[in-house]
């Protein structure tokens, strides 16, 4: 009994957890929209600008020459600050690129998670 228990509760923990992360871009995309626009998401904004600048994140893997034209991403920020999901208007090397870059990183604590990042690319 203890264990079908135990067994149930880490099974609703986990359904939890997947609950929140989004399936796809337009839905990372409505959550995004969601989002409070206070104090606190733009004071986290400038953090993770900071961050991601000394880390030259977005150009140490050379993605901007992986393809052209305007796109969007977001990137699912949990409350650790990891990246753990990735979400980009379409499908290129630069997208596929910027994934990898991307996925696992762990930037400053968001203000709440999870958080999502919205880049506007060009």
């Not at 993605?63 to 999901?85: F, H, P, R």
């Amino acid at each position: 009994m203890i264990r079908s228990t135990s067994l149930a509760a880490a099974l609703a923990l986990s359904l939890a957890a997947s609950a929140q992360s989004a399936k796809d871009f337009a839905e990372a995309n409505a959550r995004a929209d969601m989002q409070p626009k206070d104090k606190l998401t733009s004071a986290y904004a400038r953090s993770w600008e900071a961050f991601n600048n000394e880390q030259h994140l977005d150009d140490r893997d050379g993605c901007y020459d992986k393809g052209q034209g305007d796109l969007t991403q977001i990137l699912e920020i949990d409350a650790s600050g990891k990246v753990v999901g990735y979400f980009a208007d379409k499908d290129d090397g630069r997208t596929r690129c910027w994934k990898s870059t991307y996925l696992g990183v762990v930037f400053p604590a968001p203000p709440f998670d999870p958080f999502y990042y919205r880049m506007k690319m060009q």
